[in-house]
């Protein structure tokens, strides 16, 4: 599995030059907050549905399916959350573990093919455990409300510490999407 992560890595390095170029790779620094226009782009995810307790579970699978798909990922790993904790019960939680990947790429099940097309995204970053980045996402959802903005999607996060097994919780880096839309009136 460790091996796995690691050819991903290596892949990840040497594409990411490519997405900044593109923007796919707008990072935000520090506590700030920011919106960002992001370009739409397809990845590749396995969907669950339940408690959060299934995400290492589901990263493996995820993994191993694109190795046995021939599946090269095209950036950071990400997750997409369409609920919360806080809106329903852990059993009817949303989620999604996934890759950006090209648009040519063939995927098979269980794996799915989507495309993110929200343009307009509150970003900031969390440092610090994965298990906290609902602390990150509220700041950034308080923001949203303060500055005439409106939530319009679900948050995707994006994991993008090459080895996380090699860092410190505190020392986690995830830059946090929140799609949005200007208040009208």
């Given at each position: 599995m460790k091996k796995d992560f690691l050819v991903i890595a290596l892949v990840t390095m040497f594409i990411a030059p490519v997405l900044l170029a593109a923007g796919l790779y707008p990072l935000a620094?520090?506590?700030?907050?920011?919106v960002q226009q992001v370009e739409p782009f397809v990845y590749v995810c396995l969907e669950q549905k339940g408690p959060f307790d299934k995400m290492e579970e589901t990263i493996?699978?995820?993994?191993?399916?694109?190795?046995a798909q021939n599946i090269v990922p095209a950036g950071a790993m990400i997750g997409i959350y369409v609920n919360s904790p806080s809106q329903v019960k852990p059993e009817d939680l949303q989620w999604?573990?996934?890759?950006?990947?090209?648009e040519q790429s063939f995927v098979q099940p269980p794996l799915q093919k989507k495309e993110w097309n929200f343009s307009l995204v509150a970003v900031g970053m969390h440092q610090g455990p994965y298990e906290k980045t609902g602390e990150t996402i509220q700041?950034?959802?308080d923001w949203i409300t303060a500055n005439g903005y409106l939530p319009a999607g679900p948050v995707l996060e994006r994991y993008l510490d090459m080895n996380p097994d090699e860092l410190k919780p505190e020392q986690l880096k995830t830059e946090i999407w929140i799609p949005c839309q200007k208040k009208s009136g």
């Amino acid at each position: 599995m460790k091996k796995d992560f690691l050819v991903i890595a290596l892949v990840t390095m040497f594409i990411a030059p490519v997405l900044l170029a593109a923007g796919l790779y707008p990072l935000a620094s520090g506590d700030s907050i920011s919106v960002q226009q992001v370009e739409p782009f397809v990845y590749v995810c396995l969907e669950q549905k339940g408690p959060f307790d299934k995400m290492e579970e589901t990263i493996g699978r995820l993994l191993q399916e694109m190795q046995a798909q021939n599946i090269v990922p095209a950036g950071a790993m990400i997750g997409i959350y369409v609920n919360s904790p806080s809106q329903v019960k852990p059993e009817d939680l949303q989620w999604e573990m996934g890759f950006p990947v090209t648009e040519q790429s063939f995927v098979q099940p269980p794996l799915q093919k989507k495309e993110w097309n929200f343009s307009l995204v509150a970003v900031g970053m969390h440092q610090g455990p994965y298990e906290k980045t609902g602390e990150t996402i509220q700041k950034i959802m308080d923001w949203i409300t303060a500055n005439g903005y409106l939530p319009a999607g679900p948050v995707l996060e994006r994991y993008l510490d090459m080895n996380p097994d090699e860092l410190k919780p505190e020392q986690l880096k995830t830059e946090i999407w929140i799609p949005c839309q200007k208040k009208s009136g």
